[in-house]
């Protein structure tokens, strides 16, 4: 029998490999793929936790992340194309205007 | 029976999907392969009973997304591959494998509290669209009003980014040379 | 009423803070002027009060505001003003207006003329808090007030070079200044655990709570508190063995010596003593000890007057001696004898040190009565005010000093305590032996200063005027003996001559003034003419060892100052510098090495931010997973 902890378990599992695309990458968007599998954990997790509790509120969570997550790609994409007229590149280590 | 065979094949499926897509070199593969590990995504959502949620998750992310994402990637030069430096992957993923542990055991960890009691329980005798749409259009309408002008928000901005000098094409050799010119000319 | 209280309290306040404007700025006449004038009104102000409490017998009582409250204490902002404060406010105002107008003449030529009136002010104020407060914790502020003035006011002339013991024992004035707050501050702390026993019991600070209390408290706990509080009143009065501070203060311009050092704030501990003496009646061997001691004190301090060649230490001396009187009065039980004394002693001596001023003035500072002599024609003023002065101290009828210091006397002969008796009535014959050896020695006789080329001359005209009203006082002071005795005891225990003591008055008396006419008259004899050395005498031990104070300074400073030194300076080598500082600095070198190091994460590269984003997360996620193990 498939439990609410399969679920919660998966989605970290999800979530890790999310994060090692984010840490790892360096090419900003593989880090948007990245991004994506992360939230998508979390939607998991959301639904999962919204089912075995029958409560709607879960969902509605997992809902508005989707919302956000598509907002966060038009913008974000369009932040890259600048950056890419720029730049000329998506490599993460060029960006190092910030040294201290 | 058929609950776990679905779970587990979703998520073999899914896990090996999103791992293609953060390692591979190729922006291709992991575009597609993200693509696909979406669907999966939604086929936990419809075991989940959460039908409406995983419309939503099929349009939005595989279509519009994924769609977005083609489109940007015409921008760039998808072929190129950008040579990546990992000095030190190995540690990366003994930190991600750590942080996965850890999820686990927070996740696998018996939950104490007793009364977790549903603030908007599903309502008997509702299909999930329906019984989304009541809450959604009673208890978090603002919410969803909110969200859409967000969405508006980042459409606008969208374009905006995108579309400044469209005209130009700055994929080219000569191009690139002149913007760099210009990018020292507005550093001075 | 209540408005003169404020006055007569702030109008020194005032005086301070408008001179404190000008204290970095070149002399001004007008701030000294302003200043005395304020201090008349205060003292016109004491007087009306004191006119009030008079006539009506009763006591103003006035809490300006609730001051301290924390939990159970509750101390307001108080004061009280009866026939025991009354008396002091009115010596401390008239005295401290005397000496604010001769300051004016005094310092003259000084430099921080504004800033000594700014101090002086202030620490009328100190001492308006102090004698005025209805509670200790006022007066504990007035006492360390007077403490940190007393501190300013001997160190005036700080940019003195110090020199070496020999030459002078108190070295310099920061030294001597520094002398005086220390060893205050060590008989504070006896007075701050005194207070601290007192609310331990009674669970108040204010004086009619806590003497209310007193009958029911333990003998025991009586007796520490009033041995608590009199080591302060020890301290601030100078009593042995905390007496060596009082000679160092004359290093302090002379009025401050007139007005701290002999008037106001060193009988401040007799003050405290007469205040709580609900305590001391109640603490008998307490009380005997202290008349003990002040006898002793009045002795020993006399006999180290006898040699001294200084003339402002002499007075020094002899205040000491005199405090050992009050305190004597006090310990017998005599308390309004003992605050009759203190009264008619501010004026007799500060007349005394401010005429010593003058001379000093006269003599460009130089203060060794064996430079002097013969300046009685170039100074007959200052000899009459040192003159009747002298003849107040000594205790010459009919002036001040025979009418107080004789009651002192007669109560030890009617307590039965005939070996103080007798030891107060030598002493008697030394004070007035002291005083006039240093009278005829200036005064009269050969010009020896000539041989140093001074030309001494008479102070300015308005600051002898200043000085007249304590003339007057030292004169008639003691003819209100009865009036004041009446006055006082509505609020003092009362103190009367046994019938047996009373038939032997004349005859007690007598024998006073005959040792205070002898030693008038062995003073002529030896010095009236002229200063005779006698070698056999100087040389003798008695002489150099009162002449070394009996070797008490030497021996604080190799038996205290000495090993605190070498402690001091071990703790500085090798706790402070090896442990402390190590471990101070092991603690910045952790953190700059550590923000060196720490500083390569600051790379500027998005991808390694990310890389201690993860690691972060990390680290929450552990927290998170042993505190959902844990449960």
């Not at chain 2, 599903?122 to 859409?148: C, D, H, M, R």
């Not at chain 3, 100074?379 to 205790?395: C, K, Q």
Request: glycine content about 8%; charged content about 10%.
């Amino acid at each position: 029998m498939i439990g609410l902890n399969h679920y919660l378990i998966l989605s970290g599992l999800l979530f890790a490999i999310g994060l090692v695309g984010v840490v790892r990458r360096k090419n900003l968007l593989m880090l948007f793929f990245a991004t994506e599998v992360m939230l998508n954990a979390a939607n998991v997790a959301f639904a999962a936790v919204s089912h075995y509790y029958g409560d709607l509120t879960g969902q509605m969570f997992a809902f508005f992340i989707i919302a956000v997550a598509a907002s966060e790609v038009a913008v974000g994409l369009g932040l890259l194309i600048v950056l890419y007229k720029k730049h000329g590149s998506l490599d993460l280590d060029g960006l190092s205007t910030m040294k201290g | 029976m058929y609950e776990q065979v679905a779970f587990y094949l979703f998520s073999v499926l899914t896990i090996g999907l999103f791992l293609v897509t953060v390692l591979s070199k190729n922006l291709l593969y992991s575009m597609t392969s993200l693509a696909a590990g979406m669907v999966m995504i939604s086929g936990f959502f419809f075991i989940l009973g959460a039908d409406f949620l995983g419309v939503v998750q099929l349009i939005v992310y595989v279509g519009a997304v994924m769609a977005l994402y083609a489109f940007a990637m015409m921008f760039f030069d998808a072929t190129r591959d950008i040579k990546e430096k990992n000095a030190n992957s190995g540690w990366i993923f003994l930190l991600g494998g750590m942080i996965a542990l850890m999820l686990v055991i927070v996740f696998s960890a018996p939950i104490f509290s007793e009364n977790i009691q549903a603030i908007y329980p599903s309502i008997p005798g509702a299909t999930n669209p329906q019984s989304v749409g009541l809450v959604l259009f009673t208890k978090y309408l603002v919410p969803f009003e909110v969200a859409a002008v967000m969405l508006l928000v980042a459409m606008i901005a969208g374009i905006i980014l995108a579309g400044k000098k469209m005209d130009q094409s700055l994929t080219t050799e000569d191009d690139i040379v002149k913007t760099e010119v210009i990018s020292q000319e507005d550093e001075k | 009423m209540e408005k003169f209280v404020y006055i007569a309290l702030f109008a020194p306040l005032v005086s301070s803070l408008f001179a404190a404007l000008y204290g970095m700025s070149s002399r001004k006449v007008y701030v000294g002027i302003i200043a005395s004038l304020l201090l008349t009104t205060s003292f016109l102000a004491s007087a009306i009060l004191a006119t009030y409490v008079y006539q009506t017998g009763g006591s103003i009582h006035v809490t300006m505001m609730e001051w301290i409250g924390a939990g159970d204490l509750m101390i307001p902002f108080g004061f009280v003003v009866d026939q025991v404060s009354v008396t002091m406010m009115t010596v401390v105002t008239l005295v401290s207006t005397v000496v604010h107008f001769y300051s004016i003449g005094y310092m003259d030529h000084d430099k921080s003329f504004n800033r000594f009136f700014s101090y002086l002010s202030a620490f009328v104020f100190s001492m308006m808090v102090l004698v005025m407060s209805d509670n200790f914790a006022g007066l504990f502020i007035g006492w360390e007030g007077v403490g940190v003035c007393s501190w300013l006011l001997i160190g005036f002339w700080y940019h003195k070079p110090d020199v070496s013991p020999e030459e002078n024992p108190s070295i310099s004035p920061s030294w001597a200044a520094n002398e005086a707050f220390i060893v205050n501050r060590i008989a504070d702390l006896g007075m701050l655990v005194g207070i601290f026993i007192l609310y331990w019991n009674t669970g108040s600070l204010q004086y009619d709570v806590v003497f209310a209390e007193i009958p029911y408290l333990g003998h025991g706990i009586l007796v520490a508190a009033a041995i608590a509080l009199f080591i302060g009143a020890m301290g601030k009065s100078a009593q042995f063995p905390l007496h060596t501070w009082l000679t160092d203060a004359m290093e302090g311009p002379t009025p401050v010596s007139a007005l701290i050092h002999a008037a106001t704030m060193v009988t401040a501990g007799v003050f405290l003593v007469i205040r709580a003496n609900p305590i001391y009646s109640l603490t008998p061997e307490v009380s005997y000890f202290i008349a003990a001691l002040g006898t002793f004190v009045a002795f020993f301090a006399a006999s180290m007057a006898l040699v001294n060649r200084d003339l402002k230490r002499i007075i020094a001396y002899s205040t000491l001696s005199q405090l050992g009187y009050m305190f004597a009065a006090a310990g017998l039980g005599a308390y309004w004898i003992a605050l009759f004394h203190l009264a008619a002693h501010a004026f007799f001596k500060a007349l005394l040190f401010l005429g010593a001023g003058n001379v000093m003035h006269a003599m460009h500072d130089e203060l060794d009565i064996f430079k002097m002599g013969g300046l009685k024609k170039s100074m007959r003023w200052t000899y009459i005010y040192m003159g009747v002065a002298s003849l107040a101290l000594a205790g010459i009828p009919p002036l001040a000093g025979f009418f107080s210091k004789d009651a002192i006397i007669e109560t030890a002969f009617n307590e039965g305590t005939l070996v103080l008796w007798i030891v107060l009535v030598v002493t008697a014959g030394m004070t007035a032996f002291y005083s006039f050896r240093q009278v005829f020695l200036t005064f009269e006789g050969d010009e020896r200063y000539k041989a140093f080329g001074i030309h001494p001359h008479e102070m300015y005209k308005f600051v002898l005027i200043a000085m007249s009203p304590l003339a007057l006082l030292a004169v008639i002071a003691g003819f209100f003996q009865g009036a004041f005795h009446s006055f006082i005891i509505k609020l003092l225990p009362n103190y009367e001559m046994s019938e047996h003591t009373h038939h032997l008055v004349w005859l007690l008396g007598t024998i006073v003034l005959a040792f205070a006419v002898g030693g008038i008259l062995l003073a002529w004899i030896k010095y009236g003419k002229g200063l005779k050395r006698n070698e056999k005498l100087e040389n003798s031990f008695v002489y150099k060892l009162l002449k070394n104070q009996y070797y008490i300074p030497h021996f604080y400073a190799e038996f205290i100052s000495k090993p605190y030194a070498m402690i001091s300076d071990m703790m500085w080598k090798s706790v402070d510098m090896k442990i402390i500082d190590t471990t101070v600095d092991g603690i910045a070198y952790l953190f700059y090495g550590g923000g060196d190091k720490t500083r390569k994460m600051q790379t500027g590269n998005l991808s390694t931010y990310l890389n201690w984003m993860g690691v972060g997360l990390a680290l929450l996620l552990i927290v998170a997973a042993i505190s959902a193990v844990i449960g």
